[in-house]
């Protein structure tokens, strides 16, 4: 069984920084693309940041590029998003995603495109 967890969220003021986390349960992570998606009420579920295999392919959505880093650790089973200079904007339910891919310059910036998800996390920013 694959799992995924995520923490880290929590309230932040504007110009604040989070650091979310996904552990990996359950499978062989280091062959899993893995990306990290926002939802805020009233809104469809958007990809702000994905990664390949190795973390050496990344990918960022204009809303949050050069605010927001993905990075993993294969030895650890897990996936980070460093989200600094935080807007009220980014408030959110943030999930992380993975999913199985030979391909190992894949980065997968779709929803559909993603099998496991997390219980995901809440993400609040004050102004």
């Known amino acids: 069984q694959v799992q995924l967890v995520e923490s880290g969220g929590g309230l932040v ?13 359950g499978g062989t992570f280091s062959r899993y693309v893995m990306g990290w ?28 590029k050069g605010r927001f880093t993905i990075s993993r650790d294969n030895a ?7 989200m600094n200079s935080l807007k009220p904007e980014d408030t959110a ?8 891919m030979r391909n190992i310059f894949s980065v997968l910036t779709t929803a559909q495109g993603y099998d496991y998800w997390g219980q995901g996390t809440q993400v609040t920013v004050s102004s």
Do not use: H
């Not at 003021?13 to 349960?25: D, F, H, I, M, Y």
């Not at 702000?48 to 050496?56: D, K, L, R, T, Y």
């Open 76 to 82: 650890k089973n897990t996936m980070y998003l460093q």
């Open 93 to 100: 339910v943030y999930y992380c995603a993975a999913e199985p």
């Open 37 to 64: 998606f926002r939802q805020a009420p009233g809104k469809e579920r958007e990809c702000v940041a994905a990664i390949n295999w190795s973390g050496a392919r990344t990918y960022y959505s204009d809303s949050v």
């Open 13 to 25: 003021q504007a110009g604040g920084s989070l650091r979310l986390s996904c552990a990996v349960s």
